[in-house]
C-alpha cells in the first residue's frame, strides 16, 4: 500500500520518465517475489521470497519440478495473475518487479495491461491456450500488434504480420495468415505463437515449456528460431523448462526452484559442471544423456515432490536428501539462507564447503 | 508329420514376429460412409523381439509407433500382415481364442493421467486383470494385489485410495502393477515416462530396468525422447511415416547411424552441456512429416531429405543390412556410414527440405 502511494505521488510531481530513486540499475529485477493462493486446504505458498535479475540480451533459465511455482513466477512477472479465474485472482502477491525501472506489483492494472504484449511477451506451453480458435492466425497477430500500434492501418498491420510469419519460418506466410489455428501442425502453432510474442519487438520475452509437447526436430527449430531472434533484436529471455538440455541450449544464467523458492543459482557453466546443491546433483543424476557413455543406472531423486501447503520443515528438500546426516540436525530446522558459493554462484544448503565438493566430486560427477 | 521349428541364426526363437504389418484407418465420406482415402498409420512393418531384450521404438509424432503397440498387443485389429508369438500366429484371433494369450501380452500406457479410472480405487484397478481373466490366486486377489503395489515400490496400505491421491509418477506404477498382474510374457510400453518429471522419469526407468532382470520381461518401449531410448534399449527400431527406416542394436545405432533421418534426429537432441552448444553440428530438417494419408513417393523421407536424389523420389529403398555389422537394417539409397547404394547419383537434384548447419 505504501508503495502504491508513493509512486503516484511521484508521478503526480513529476510526470517525467525519470526512475525512481528506489529502481535497480537491472533491467528486471525481482525481489523477494511471494505468490500465495488461499485454497480450502490451506494456503498454498506457490512462490515463496524468490529474487533475480536479468539484463538485455541475456537469458534466464528457470529449472525445476511441475509444481516447483516456475509458471506461477512467470505469470506474476507479467500481471497474469490478476486477468485469470477467481480462484487465482485471490492470490496474495508480495515483493517487488522491477521492468526497466517499473515496479509492476504494484503498479494498476491498466499499465500492466499496456507493457504487456508490448514490452513483455509469453510464450505458452500449449499454444492453444494463446490463440483463440474462432479467428484466423493472422487477425490474432494483426489485432496484437494493432493494440499497441493504435496509428497503425490495417494493410500495415498485415504486412507486419506476414513478415513476422516469415521470420518464425511459416512456409508461404502471405497465404497460410489467412488459416485457423487448428489447420497448423503444432510446430507452426508454436512458431505462429511466438510471432505474435514479437509482433511488438517485446524487450522482455518469458517462455514457459516452449516445447515440452514438440518433437525433437521441431523443438531445435524453435530454440534456434528464440536464439536467432534474442540476438536480433537483444531482449531479454526467460525460459522455464524442466528439460535441462534445453536450459543448457539457451541460458547464460540458471536458476533452479524447489518448493517456491531458488535452491540454487549461478553462471550455466557453473551449474553443470560445478553444481552445489543436493537437489541440482539429483536432477543431474536423472537425466539420461547421448553425449556421454550410457551409463547402466540413473540416480534419480527419490520420493516425489513437496506438498506447497505444508512445506517440510527446515530444508525443504530433507526429507528426500541423502545428506542429511552431515548437518548435524540442521537440514531439519533450520532453513538455509541462499549463500555464495563461488563466483556469481549462489547455493542454498547447510553442507560444508569441504562436504559439497567432495560429495560432487567423488560420488556424484563419476557417474553422470 | 512335424516340421521342426525354425530358428534364427543365434538358435534362439523370438518371443515375437512381426511381418508386413499393416493397419490403414479408412477416411469415410457422407451418409453411406464410401471409403474415400486411408490413413496408412503402419504401412509394412518387419522387425522381431527376442525374451529378455528391449526393443525401442523411436519417431516423430504422428508416424505410427502408438497404433504399432496396439496392433502387437492386439488392441487393434491389423488391416494386413502376420504377428506371431512364441511362434503362434496371433494375427487375427477372436476375443475367446484371444483371451489365454492377453496373459502374456501387456501394454503400460503415456498417460497415467486418464488411464486410470477414477472412480476406481488402486485396488480394484490392479486385481481388474485377475477379474477379467478369472484367475484365481493362491492368497487372494487382496494378498496378489498387495505384493504387487509392493513390487513396484508402492505401499501395500494404498490398496483403498483413489488415483487422484497419487502423483503421477504414483500413477504410472499403479498402471505398470495392473501391467504385470498376470505376469506377462511381453510389455508393451507406449511413452511410459514422458509424461513425467525428469526425477519421477528416473525413477520409472529403474523400476522397469529391475522388473526386467527380477522377472525376466520382454519390453517394445515406444517413447520419443531418443536418450531415454538409448537408456533403455537393447535393439531400436526408427520409424518414420507408418515405416521402420533403420533397425539396430544400440551401440550400432548410436555409434555408427546410417539413415539420414536417424543421424537428423539425434542431432536435435539438446545437448545438456552448455559449453558445447556453440561447436555443434545440427543438421536441420524444414517441413513438417508430410500427412500419412498421402506419403510421399519412393522413400518417405525424400521431402525433407538432404542427400535426396531422383531415385529417392521414384524408388523405395528396402530394409536391409548393408554391412556385416550384426542385424543393422537401414532403409536409404545414400546411407551414412555404409556404402552408397545409388553410386551414380548425385544429390544436385537434392530436395531444398533439410540442411546442415553449424550451430552459431
Ligand atoms: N483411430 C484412428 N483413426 C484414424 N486415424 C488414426 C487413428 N489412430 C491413429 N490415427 C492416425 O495414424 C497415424 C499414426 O498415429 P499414432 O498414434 O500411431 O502415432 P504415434 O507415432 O504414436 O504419435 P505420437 O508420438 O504423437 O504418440 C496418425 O496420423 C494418426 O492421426
Ligand atoms: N490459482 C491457484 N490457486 C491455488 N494454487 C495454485 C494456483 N495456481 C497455481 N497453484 C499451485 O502453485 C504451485 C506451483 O504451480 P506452477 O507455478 O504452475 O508450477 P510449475 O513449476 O509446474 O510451473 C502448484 O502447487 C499449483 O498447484
Ligand atoms: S540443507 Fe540439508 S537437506 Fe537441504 S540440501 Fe542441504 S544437506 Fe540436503
Ligand atoms: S538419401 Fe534418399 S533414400 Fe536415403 S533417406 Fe534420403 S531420400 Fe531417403
Ligand atoms: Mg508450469
Ligand atoms: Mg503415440
Given at each position: 500500500?505504501?508503495?502504491?502511494?508513493?509512486?503516484?505521488?511521484?508521478?503526480?510531481?513529476?510526470?517525467?520518465?525519470?526512475?525512481?530513486?528506489?529502481?535497480?540499475?537491472?533491467?528486471?529485477?525481482?525481489?523477494?517475489?511471494?505468490?500465495?493462493?488461499?485454497?480450502?486446504?490451506?494456503?498454498?505458498?506457490?512462490?515463496?521470497?524468490?529474487?533475480?535479475?536479468?539484463?538485455?540480451?541475456?537469458?534466464?533459465?528457470?529449472v525445476g519440478e511441475?509444481?516447483?511455482?516456475?509458471?506461477?513466477?512467470?505469470?506474476?512477472?507479467?500481471?497474469?495473475?490478476?486477468?485469470?479465474?477467481?480462484?487465482?485472482?485471490?492470490?496474495?502477491?508480495?515483493?517487488?518487479?522491477?521492468?526497466?525501472?517499473?515496479?509492476?506489483?504494484?503498479?494498476?492494472?491498466?499499465?500492466?495491461?499496456?507493457?504487456?504484449?508490448?514490452?513483455?511477451?509469453?510464450?505458452?506451453?500449449?499454444?492453444?491456450?494463446?490463440?483463440?480458435?474462432?479467428?484466423?492466425?493472422?487477425?490474432?497477430?494483426?489485432?496484437?500488434?494493432?493494440?499497441?500500434?493504435?496509428?497503425?492501418?490495417?494493410?500495415?498491420?498485415?504486412?507486419?504480420?506476414?513478415?513476422?510469419?516469415?521470420?518464425?519460418?511459416?512456409?508461404?506466410?502471405?497465404?497460410?495468415?489467412?488459416?485457423?489455428?487448428?489447420?497448423?501442425?503444432?510446430?507452426?502453432?508454436?512458431?505462429?505463437?511466438?510471432?505474435?510474442?514479437?509482433?511488438?519487438?517485446?524487450?522482455?520475452?518469458?517462455?514457459?515449456?516452449?516445447?515440452?509437447?514438440?518433437?525433437?526436430?521441431?523443438?531445435?527449430?524453435?530454440?534456434?528460431?528464440?536464439?536467432?531472434?534474442?540476438?536480433?533484436?537483444?531482449?531479454?529471455?526467460?525460459?522455464?523448462?524442466?528439460?535441462l538440455?534445453?536450459?543448457?541450449?539457451?541460458?547464460?544464467?540458471i536458476?533452479v526452484?524447489y518448493?517456491?523458492?531458488?535452491i540454487e543459482?549461478g553462471?550455466?557453466?557453473t551449474i553443470f559442471e560445478q553444481p552445489q546443491h543436493p537437489y541440482t546433483w539429483g536432477l543431474l543424476g536423472s537425466m539420461?544423456r547421448?553425449?556421454?557413455?550410457?551409463t547402466?543406472?540413473l540416480n534419480p531423486v527419490k520420493?516425489?515432490?513437496?506438498?506447497?501447503?505444508?512445506?517440510?520443515?527446515?530444508c525443504?528438500f530433507?526429507?528426500r536428501c541423502p545428506y542429511t546426516?552431515l548437518?548435524?540436525?540442521?537440514?531439519?530446522?533450520?532453513?538455509?539462507?541462499?549463500?555464495?558459493v563461488?563466483?556469481?554462484?549462489?547455493a542454498a544448503c547447510?553442507l560444508?564447503?569441504?562436504d559439497r565438493e567432495r560429495i560432487w566430486t567423488e560420488e556424484i560427477a563419476p557417474k553422470l | 508329420?512335424?516340421?521342426?521349428?525354425?530358428?534364427?541364426?543365434?538358435?534362439?526363437?523370438?518371443?515375437?514376429?512381426?511381418?508386413?504389418?499393416?493397419?490403414?484407418?479408412?477416411?469415410?465420406?457422407?451418409?453411406?460412409?464410401?471409403?474415400?482415402?486411408?490413413?496408412?498409420?503402419?504401412?509394412?512393418?518387419?522387425?522381431?523381439?527376442?525374451?529378455?531384450?528391449?526393443?525401442?521404438?523411436?519417431?516423430?509424432?504422428?508416424?505410427?509407433?502408438?497404433?504399432?503397440?496396439?496392433?502387437?498387443?492386439?488392441?487393434?485389429?491389423?488391416?494386413?500382415?502376420?504377428?506371431?508369438?512364441?511362434?503362434?500366429?496371433?494375427?487375427?484371433?477372436?476375443?475367446?481364442?484371444?483371451?489365454?494369450?492377453?496373459?502374456?501380452?501387456?501394454?503400460?500406457?503415456?498417460?497415467?493421467?486418464?488411464?486410470?479410472?477414477?472412480?476406481?480405487?488402486?485396488?480394484?484397478?490392479?486385481?481388474?486383470?485377475?477379474?477379467?481373466?478369472?484367475?484365481?490366486?493362491?492368497?487372494?486377489?487382496?494378498?496378489?494385489?498387495?505384493?504387487?503395489?509392493?513390487?513396484?515400490?508402492?505401499?501395500?496400505?494404498?490398496?483403498?485410495?483413489?488415483?487422484?491421491?497419487?502423483?503421477?509418477?504414483?500413477?504410472?506404477?499403479?498402471?505398470?502393477?495392473?501391467?504385470?498382474?498376470?505376469?506377462?510374457?511381453?510389455?508393451?510400453?507406449?511413452?511410459?515416462?514422458?509424461?513425467?518429471?525428469v526425477s519421477?522419469?528416473a525413477?520409472?526407468?529403474?523400476?522397469?530396468?529391475?522388473?526386467?532382470?527380477?522377472?525376466?520381461?520382454?519390453?517394445?518401449?515406444?517413447?520419443?525422447?531418443?536418450?531415454?531410448?538409448?537408456?533403455?534399449?537393447?535393439?531400436?527400431?526408427?520409424?518414420?511415416?507408418?515405416?521402420?527406416?533403420?533397425?539396430?542394436?544400440?551401440?550400432?545405432?548410436?555409434?555408427?547411424?546410417?539413415?539420414?533421418?536417424?543421424?537428423?534426429?539425434?542431432?536435435?537432441?539438446?545437448?545438456p552441456?552448455?559449453?558445447?552448444?556453440?561447436?555443434?553440428?545440427?543438421?536441420?530438417?524444414?517441413?513438417?512429416?508430410?500427412?500419412?494419408?498421402?506419403?510421399?513417393?519412393?522413400?518417405?523421407?525424400?521431402?525433407?531429405?538432404?542427400?535426396?536424389?531422383?531415385?529417392?523420389?521414384?524408388?523405395?529403398?528396402?530394409?536391409?543390412?548393408?554391412?556385416?555389422?550384426?542385424?543393422?537394417?537401414?532403409?536409404?539409397?545414400?546411407?551414412?556410414?555404409?556404402?552408397?547404394?545409388?553410386?551414380?547419383?548425385?544429390?544436385?537434384?537434392?530436395?531444398?527440405?533439410?540442411?546442415?548447419?553449424?550451430?552459431?
Open positions: 500500500m505504501s508503495k502504491l502511494t508513493k509512486t503516484s505521488a511521484a508521478a503526480d510531481m513529476e510526470p517525467t520518465e525519470e526512475r525512481p530513486t528506489d529502481a535497480p540499475s537491472e533491467f528486471l529485477s525481482v525481489r523477494d517475489l511471494k505468490v500465495h493462493f488461499p485454497t480450502d486446504d490451506g494456503v498454498v505458498k506457490s512462490v515463496d521470497g524468490l529474487s533475480f535479475t536479468l539484463e538485455k540480451g541475456k537469458t534466464l533459465g528457470i511441475s509444481g516447483s511455482g516456475k509458471s506461477v513466477t512467470s505469470l506474476s512477472i507479467l500481471g497474469l495473475h490478476r486477468v485469470g479465474s477467481n480462484r487465482s485472482r485471490n492470490a496474495r502477491i508480495s515483493g517487488e518487479v522491477w521492468l526497466d525501472g517499473e515496479e509492476l506489483i504494484s503498479a494498476d492494472a491498466a499499465r500492466v495491461r499496456d507493457l504487456r504484449g508490448q514490452k513483455m511477451a509469453m510464450i505458452f506451453q500449449d499454444p492453444l491456450t494463446a490463440m483463440h480458435p474462432f479467428f484466423s492466425v493472422g487477425q490474432q497477430i494483426i489485432e496484437a500488434y494493432r493494440v499497441h500500434h493504435p496509428s497503425a492501418s490495417k494493410k500495415e498491420a498485415r504486412k507486419r504480420t506476414i513478415e513476422m510469419l516469415d521470420r518464425v519460418g511459416i512456409p508461404q506466410p502471405d497465404r497460410r495468415v489467412d488459416d485457423y489455428p487448428h489447420q497448423f501442425s503444432g510446430g507452426m502453432r508454436q512458431r505462429a505463437m511466438i510471432a505474435m510474442a514479437l509482433v511488438n519487438d517485446p524487450s522482455l520475452l518469458i517462455a514457459d515449456e516452449p516445447t515440452t509437447a514438440l518433437d525433437v526436430t521441431v523443438q531445435a527449430q524453435i530454440l534456434d528460431l528464440i536464439r536467432d531472434l534474442q540476438k536480433e533484436f537483444g531482449s531479454a529471455v526467460i525460459i522455464i523448462t524442466h528439460d538440455g534445453v536450459v543448457a541450449e539457451l541460458a547464460d544464467d536458476l526452484m518448493g517456491g523458492r531458488c543459482r553462471p550455466s557453466e539420461p547421448l553425449d556421454r557413455e550410457r547402466d543406472r520420493g516425489s515432490p513437496p506438498s506447497l501447503i505444508n512445506l517440510p520443515s527446515g525443504a530433507h526429507p546426516d548437518t548435524e540436525g540442521a537440514s531439519q530446522t533450520v532453513v538455509p539462507e541462499l549463500r555464495e563461488g563466483s556469481r554462484h549462489l547447510h560444508g564447503k569441504a | 508329420m512335424t516340421i521342426p521349428q525354425q530358428t534364427t541364426a543365434e538358435g534362439a526363437e523370438p518371443l515375437l514376429k512381426v511381418s508386413g504389418l499393416v493397419k490403414h484407418f479408412p477416411i469415410t465420406k457422407g451418409v453411406l460412409r464410401r471409403q474415400v482415402g486411408a490413413v496408412k498409420a503402419v504401412d509394412g512393418l518387419d522387425f522381431e523381439v527376442m525374451p529378455g531384450e528391449t526393443l525401442g521404438v523411436v519417431g516423430e509424432s504422428g508416424c505410427g509407433k502408438s497404433t504399432m503397440g496396439r496392433l502387437i498387443t492386439r488392441l487393434l485389429e491389423p488391416t494386413g500382415g502376420k504377428i506371431e508369438f512364441e511362434g503362434r500366429d496371433i494375427t487375427h484371433l477372436g476375443t475367446s481364442a484371444m483371451r489365454p494369450r492377453r496373459r502374456d501380452v501387456q501394454m503400460i500406457f503415456q498417460d497415467p493421467y486418464s488411464s486410470l479410472n477414477p472412480r476406481h480405487t488402486v485396488g480394484t484397478i490392479v486385481s481388474a486383470p485377475f477379474r477379467l481373466q478369472k484367475v484365481e490366486t493362491e492368497h487372494g486377489t487382496k494378498k496378489a494385489v498387495q505384493d504387487l503395489l509392493e513390487l513396484v515400490g508402492l505401499s501395500p496400505e494404498h490398496y483403498n485410495r483413489y488415483p487422484h491421491e497419487f502423483s503421477g509418477g504414483q500413477r504410472q506404477r499403479i498402471g505398470i502393477a495392473r501391467a504385470l498382474a498376470l505376469k506377462p510374457k511381453l510389455v508393451v510400453a507406449d511413452e511410459p515416462v514422458s509424461a513425467l518429471d519421477i522419469q525413477q520409472v526407468v529403474n523400476l522397469l530396468d529391475d522388473l526386467q532382470s527380477e522377472l525376466g520381461l520382454t519390453y517394445v518401449i515406444i517413447a520419443h525422447d531418443l536418450s531415454v531410448i538409448r537408456h533403455v534399449s537393447d535393439r531400436i527400431a526408427v520409424m518414420y511415416l507408418g515405416k521402420i527406416v533403420e533397425i539396430a542394436d544400440r551401440e550400432s545405432l548410436y555409434g555408427k547411424p546410417m539413415h539420414p533421418y536417424t543421424t537428423a534426429l539425434m542431432s536435435a537432441v539438446p545437448v552441456d552448455p559449453k558445447r552448444r556453440t561447436q555443434r553440428k545440427r543438421i536441420l530438417l524444414t517441413g513438417d512429416v508430410p500427412s500419412p494419408i498421402s506419403p510421399p513417393s519412393g522413400c518417405r523421407f525424400h521431402t525433407r531429405c538432404w542427400k535426396a536424389t531422383e531415385v529417392c523420389r521414384t524408388v523405395e529403398p528396402p530394409l536391409i543390412a548393408l554391412t556385416p555389422a550384426a542385424g543393422h537394417r537401414v532403409a536409404c539409397h545414400h546411407p551414412e556410414n555404409a556404402p552408397d547404394q545409388a553410386p551414380g547419383e548425385t544429390s544436385a537434384t537434392a530436395a531444398t527440405g533439410g540442411k546442415s548447419v553449424e550451430s552459431a
